[in-house]
Nanobody
Framework: QVQLVESGGGLVQAGGSLRLSCAAS????????MGWFRQGPGKEREFVAA????????NYADSVKGRFTISRDNAKNTVYLQMNSLKPEDTAVYYC????????????????WGQGTQVTVSS
């Protein structure tokens, strides 16, 4: 069982930056691939970024590539999402999720989800 708690969301102007954190409970955190997803108003939840259990592999949605960076600290049971050059279209609730398998962009392979944190980017 893994419990996830996101933090770091807020209101920022376009072009600004935010860093999201996701703290995980459980001693097996380092065995999970981790992902970030987001759900904008009236939209389906979509993949943003993922990182392998070791941190050695990452994957990004095309819409955030070059602007967002996912990282993890297994000693702190925490995964991060550094978001730079934010755009109004990045406005969404951001969720972190844990997958017991290999790094994946597919939502259904993630077994555990946090409650989400709101990110609002003003123009």
């Amino acid at each position: 069982q893994v419990q996830l708690v996101e933090s770091g969301g807020g209101l920022v102007q376009a072009g600004g930056s935010l860093r999201l954190s996701c703290a995980a409970s459980g001693r097996t955190f380092s065995s999970y691939a981790m992902g970030w997803f987001r759900q904008g108003p009236g939209k389906e939840r979509e993949f943003v970024a993922a990182i392998s259990w070791s941190g050695g592999s990452t994957n990004y949605a095309d819409s955030v590539k070059g602007r967002f960076t996912i990282s993890r600290d297994n000693a702190k049971n925490t995964v991060y999402l550094q978001m730079n050059s934010l755009k109004p279209e990045d406005t969404a609730v951001y969720y972190c999720a844990a997958s017991p398998g290999v790094l994946t962009t597919t939502r259904r392979f993630y077994n555990y989800w946090g409650q989400g944190t709101q990110v609002t980017v003003s123009s």
